[in-house]
C-alpha cells in the first residue's frame, strides 16, 4: 500500500480525490481484504453476545462500517440528522442508507440557530461545540434510549479521533462506544468502498467534499474569518438552504442583499 492522504483536517480536497481517482494504484484488493478480515473477525469476537447497533452518519467511515458491521450480522443502526442538515444528503442517506438503520432527527433546526447565531461557521473552542451538538449528544442518545451494551463507531486515529487503547471509549455514566477501524488509513478505506462497490453521498462532489465531510452547513469549516465566504459555498451547492435561512438569520439576508438576491 502506498499512503498518500494524512489526516482529513490536514490534507487537500485535492489529494482526497486524487487518491480516490488513483485507488488501484495505491492498495490492492488483497490488502484491503486483510484489513476487512482482521476488523470483521474482531467485530464477531467483540459483540458476541452483546446488544450492539451502530452509528451511521452516511459518510465514507460509515458506510465500510454499516457494511461490515451488516456482515457481521449487526443490523441496526442509528442515523442523527436535523432541519440543518443538507436536503440532497439526507435524501440520498433515505435512499441509500441500509434497512435496519432507523432514522433520528435531533431537534435541531433555523429556530435553535437563530438563538445560537454565534455557532454560524464557528471554528476552534466554539466550533467544538458542534461535535456535541451533532455527535456526541446522539451517540450517547443512541446508547441510553436502546438500552445498548455497545455503540459501534467508525472513528480512527487518523482523524485525530481519540478511540481508547483498546478500541473502546468507556464513560463513568456506562456509556461505550467501540472504534473497529481505528487503524484503518484512508486509502484502506477508499479501497473498500471502491472495491466493494458502494456508492458515496453527493457531499463527495461538492467543494472540499472530502475535507468538509458530512457536517451540516452552519458547521461549514474555513468560514470563520468571513462569513460571508461560508453563505457564498452553501449557496452554491443549494441556493434554497440561504434563502430559507434568511427568513429567520439577518446574516443570511445580508449575503442575499450583497449578492442582489
Not at 451488516?70 to 436535523?82: D, H, L, Q, R, V
Not at 461535535?131 to 487518523?158: A, C, E, W, Y
Request: aromatic fraction near 14%; charged fraction near 25%; include cysteine.
Amino acid at each position: 500500500m502506498k499512503q498518500v492522504l494524512g489526516r482529513k483536517q490536514t490534507s487537500k480536497n485535492e489529494d482526497w480525490i486524487y487518491a480516490w481517482e488513483h485507488i488501484e494504484e495505491l492498495i490492492s484488493l488483497a490488502e484491503v481484504k486483510s484489513y476487512a478480515d482482521a476488523s470483521l473477525k474482531e467485530i464477531w469476537r467483540t459483540v458476541a453476545g452483546k446488544n450492539a447497533a451502530y452509528a451511521y452518519s452516511g459518510g465514507k467511515d460509515s458506510i465500510v462500517l454499516a457494511d461490515l458491521c451488516e456482515k457481521a450480522g449487526i443490523s441496526t443502526g442509528y442515523f442523527a440528522y436535523c432541519d440543518l442538515d443538507y436536503p440532497a444528503f439526507v435524501a440520498w442517506v433515505q435512499e441509500h442508507k441500509p434497512s435496519g438503520v432507523q432514522m433520528m432527527h435531533t431537534g435541531y433546526g433555523l429556530d435553535w440557530l437563530y438563538h445560537h447565531q454565534r455557532l454560524i461557521f464557528a471554528e476552534g473552542q466554539l466550533g467544538q461545540r458542534w461535535h456535541q451538538i451533532s455527535q456526541r449528544g446522539p451517540f450517547t442518545k443512541m446508547f441510553f434510549d436502546n438500552h445498548l451494551d455497545m455503540l459501534i463507531v467508525g472513528h480512527r486515529t487518523i482523524d485525530g479521533n481519540f478511540c481508547g487503547p483498546d478500541g473502546f471509549i468507556r464513560k463513568q455514566t456506562g456509556e461505550v462506544r467501540y472504534s473497529p477501524l481505528r487503524n484503518w488509513p484512508h486509502e484502506a478505506l477508499l479501497g473498500y468502498i471502491h472495491y466493494n462497490s458502494l456508492s458515496l453521498p453527493p457531499i463527495y462532489q461538492w467543494k472540499d467534499g472530502f475535507v468538509q465531510g458530512t457536517h451540516a452547513w452552519p458547521e461549514r469549516e474555513f468560514c470563520s474569518d468571513d462569513i460571508m465566504k461560508g453563505y457564498r459555498e452553501v449557496y452554491e451547492i443549494d441556493p434554497s438552504i440561504v434563502l430559507k435561512a434568511a427568513e429567520k438569520l439577518p446574516s443570511a439576508r445580508h449575503f442575499l442583499e450583497e449578492v442582489g438576491v
